[in-house]
Structures are given as C-alpha cells and as structure tokens.
C-alpha cells in the first residue's frame, strides 16, 4: 500500500503532463473520478486509466475472523458476476485484506483501497473500514459492462464526514415485513448508511412482541381499517396490521449487525400511544376505551405517569435492551399536542403530580423521556429524544434529534447533548420529489434531489458547538407508504444524495459531479430490484434576449422564458447518464413513440402564443421519468 495519497490536482497535473511524454493509454494516466460510480463519494481517489481484468478464480487473503466474515461478502459477489471466488488464510492471492496501523488515520470506519497491477488491498482498522471498503470494491464494477469483469485502477483513502449516518423506517403507519426491513438495511449499508432508526410503534400499531404485555400486539398491532394506498379519507375497512417476533428481530438486528448497520428501536412516549391505549387503557391519562388509529393526526391522550405506567415503561425498554444490543434507543417525545397537555389536568394522578411538584404540563412531558433516559442510562445506553422534549433536565448524554426546528440543533448542542439533524424541510423522503401530478401520493412540499444534496447540516451549528454534532438522518414515515415498491421510490435516488452529504466532507461535493456518478448506481439499484425514481430531464432554451425572462417555477418540472425573437433553440439534459430522451412540440406528454432527442431542437413560434416542449427520460430497461416541461413566449419582449 502506498503510503503517502498524493493530492489529485497534483496527480492531474502528472497525468496531463504524461499524456504528452509516453502514450496517452498509459496505465499511470489519471482520469476523472466520474468514470467510476462511487456515491458517496471518496475523500480521496485517484482513478486510473488502466483496467484490472479480473481472472476467472480470485483467491481472497483474509487472516483475522473480521476479515474472513467481511470478505464473505466479497465472495458472494464475485461468484454473482461469475468468478470462482475463495477465501485463503496465507500465501499468494489476487485480493488481499490487510490490517491497517493506528498511523493510517482511518478511524473506526475508514479504508484504503488500492486496485493495482492485478491486485487488490483492502486495508482497515475495523470491520466496519473492511466493509466499507467491499461496498466501494463492488461499486468499481457498476461503471463497467456486466459481462466484463474489469474495473479500473484505483487508489482510495475514505473516512466518513459524520458518525451518525440514519435512515428511519416507520413500520407503525404501515407494517414492512421483514424481508422488506432487510432490503431497506441492506440498501442503506451499501451507501455507508450506519444506522437503521425503527420507528416501532404509534397511534396506528404497535409492532414489538413484549411476553408481559402480550395484548400489545394482539390488540395493539391491529386496526380496523387502513388509508387506501394512503390516500387521505379513502378507508378500506379491513382489518389491517402486523408485528415482529422476538425471532424476525433478532434476525434483522444479526442482519444489520453484519453489515455494521445499529438499529435504533424507537417506542414513541408519552404521545403517539394510542396503539398501546387500546392494549391497556389504565396507561391513559383519560377514560378509554381507545381503538388504534385508522388515520394519521396527532393523538390527544398521553400516557398517565402513574407507577404502572412506569413499571409498563420499565419492562418495555428493559425487554429492547435485551432485543436490541446497539448504543442507542429512541424514546420518541414528539408532537404532544396542547390538547394532549390538557388532558394531563384532569387526570389525577398527572393532576397530583404537577401540584406537588410546582410543575407545568410542559414539564411533566419531559419527565417520561428524562425518566426513561435514565433507566436506559444505567443499563448503559444512551437515549435519543426528538427535539419536542424540552432537554433542560434530560441526563446530559442525551442524544437530540432535531427535526422541526433549524435553531434547536445549537440551542441544544449549547446545552451540553450530542444532537442529530433530520430537518424535515430537507430529509422527509416521505415529501414528494417533484411536480405532486406525477408523483404517487405523497405529502407535500417537495423535497428535491438537489435540495437534499445541497442541505449541509453543519451550517446549522457554530463552528465551535460542531464536535456535539453527531450527523444526520432521513425519515420515512409510512401514512401514505403502503407498499415496498412505493417506500423505494420515495427512499430513491435520494438517498443517495443523503450518502454522500454523510459522508463526503463538504468540500468534496458537487451536485454536477454527483449526478454523472449516479448511472451505475441506477443501474445497481435495477439489478437489485429497488424502485426509485428517474430525475426529469432538465431543458435550457436560448434565443435572442430568452435568459432575462427565464423563470423556474418551484415545485414544478416547469420553466417559462420569455424571448423577444421568433425562434430559437431548446437543449434536453438527460438526468441520468445514458438515458434515452423523449420530446413533444404540441403540449401532449411525451412517449416512448415521441421524437427521440438527438441534439438541439430548433423552435420557431407565433407571436404572442406559447410554445410548449415536453421531455421524458428513458432508461435503457423502458424505466419512465417524469415529464419536464418549457414555456416559451416569443415574438414580445417584457
Ligand atoms: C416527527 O416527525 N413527528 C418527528
């Protein structure tokens, strides 16, 4: 392994002044990092020329137990692409895995990888580097032709931009079965995504078996109907739900474990309970009885802080310790509503206890998280709240999920807690991606890609509170997500750009960069069978005086210019590499029997009336995206 990375200006500037020294196919040429499809992207690459063909049979050197259960992996993919594999404990081999010093600065999660010569090194301080770089090792084949089997040659030094790197699933609004929870982790892990957030119960079900309170999922796991395909008012009434065993958690949680992906279970208190209300109406703050929740609002009866409650509380994040070894779990904490506080006035006990205590209703909702935090912290765990929790008196190792609010990751940070960022302006994937006609239903706003790309969580702390900036997450709530191809859509492609900003360190992103990158990735992601969405094409048109009237129209795939000349030109970009385009001149929506876009349209218009272009992108497998659409009012100036 080399040892020193040169910087890849430097190595640039080598490589143009070697084009015109030795023959331009030399295999110490540099070109850029586009040419390979790694998201996130590297903290530092330098790809070359050269491609490594990899033999029919690739012996892998792997020494240490870590090493052997990472390069299993590796295994498994090699033999997918056709090559016969195997794992060696010494002796001579085409990929090897070595063991990185504590002077390589690699971290916990770090890697170099270097590709040379008809060889691999994998090197690594943990077994989380090793896998990380395995996913990067397998990403160098997404560029290349299937049948092929070469890549090019690389040398990658890559440590993560943040620790925290989430994804949240909400199985409470909807039930995934278990087959889907391990596609979402395995699609997460892929993309150096570390932490998988179980959103685990709600108003509409609850999805844990715990054997002391076995009505929980008899009952709480249950409802009476459910939001066709999540459209707002539109109920089908059949019963409708699902929950985990003790077994299918395990499962997933080793799952997840080997692709060192932490699960955060997250059992929401003291609002967002109705499902565990209709269990046990005794763990109410008013008279039941309750029924879980058909349709998604914020619920209006909390728990009552009783001493069955919390001996129920106690048992249930007991039974998560023991389910769920990571560091973390979440106590929720969110949306209790002023409505819900009410209700604390009339209950007695919640009543009593404000009383003697001089407390508000405010402060009686930060007492079931502090509570909890501080059953979970001598078991050694460290709770996660969302930021609705008033974190005054919330143990200091507390963990803040700022989600609502752009102010309160340094207001807290301030406060002495590690916090964690999932604004819901930029990292709700359950938000539409695009113009909402032609998207499935989701909830508005829009979030674009290019919005989730350009959000840099850092900006929202002072340079100086940053260290108690654990990272970042993005959330899928699942109201109006009913089915896996649905979720993948709205996870996809941004989640990729979630990735990368996780990842990469800020000065290493670039959206232009990123989306030639994304190809092979979309190409992975088919292969893999994950629905995601295809960008809409992006259309420019330039003409006499067309750019001062140039107007995007936010939300919508749509752009209007305003030009004072009679013709002019319209420019399709593909937003994906290698994408066939598709346009319309007469306002209809483009198909694939449209015409096909092989370079600049010429338009010519009629004074005064609109001229309408219409563009679709299509992938290689008959894949549809949205349609872009331009307005063009020629002949008059503004
Ligand atoms: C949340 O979206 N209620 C955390």
Known sequence: MRKQ????????????????????????????????????????????????????????????????????????????????????????????????????????????????????????????GYFYAIQTFEQLFNAGNRSDNSIHEVTIYDRPRY????????????????????????????????????????????RVQIPQYPLLTRIGAWRAGSEIHGKPNDIRHQRYGGYYTDAQIRQIVAYARRRYVTVVPEIDIPGHCTAALAAYPWLAAAKGPFHVRIRWGVSNVPLSPGPRTFHFLDTVFGDLTSL???????????EVSQRAMQVWDSDPTAASMMRQRHWTAARLHDYFPTKMAQFLASKDRRAVVWNDVPAENLPPSTIIECWNSSSIAAKDAKLGHDVIVANMGRLYFNFCQGDARY?????????????????????????????????????????????????FYQALPRELALAEIAWTPLKRQNYRNFIR????????????????RIPPPSMRFTGPGAKAGLMRVPNKNLVTVRTAAHHGVVRIMEPVPATALYYTLDGSRPTVESHRYRGPVAVNFIPGKPAEIRSIAVTRSGRISAPSQLMVIGGKSR
Request: net charge positive; hydrophobic share 45%.
């Open 324 to 334: 769920f070894p990571g560091r973390y779990i979440h106590l929720g904490g969110d």
């Open 5 to 128: 990375l040169y910087p890849t200006t430097l190595l640039w500037v080598i490589g143009i002044w070697a084009l015109g020294t030795i023959p331009a196919a030399s295999a110490r040429t540099v070109i850029p990092g586009t040419a390979v499809s790694i998201i996130p992207r590297p903290r530092h690459m330098v790809v070359f020329a050269a491609r490594w063909k990899m033999p029919a049979r690739v012996g892998l050197i792997a020494r240490t137990r870590t090493q052997q259960q990472v390069a299993a992996f590796l295994v498994r993919f090699l033999k997918g692409r056709g090559i016969d594999a195997h794992i060696q404990h010494a002796g001579a081999a085409s990929i090897e895995f070595r063991a990185a010093k504590v002077a390589d600065h690699l971290g916990n999660e770090g890697y170099r990888l270097r590709v040379t010569d008809g060889h691999a090194q994998l090197m690594a301080q943990s077994g989380a």
């Open 163 to 206: 620790r925290w790197r989430g994804m949240l699933l909400d199985c409470s609004r909807h039930f995934f079965p278990p087959a889907v929870v391990k596609q979402f982790i395995r699609l997460a892990a892929h993309y150096k995504i570390n932490i998988f957030h179980w959103h685990l119960t709600d108003d509409q079900g609850w």
């Open 439 to 487: 998207e499935p239903h989701a909830i508005k706003p829009v979030i674009t890609l290019r919005e989730v790309y350009h959000f840099n969580p850092s900006a929202l702390l002072p340079p100086k509170l940053r260290p108690r900036l654990l990272g970042v997450e993005a959330c899928l709530w699942s109201e109006r997500i009913a089915t896996a191809r649905h979720l």
């Open 517 to 532: 990158r994304t190809g092979g990735q979309y190409r992975w992601l088919e292969a893999e069978h994950y629905n995601f």
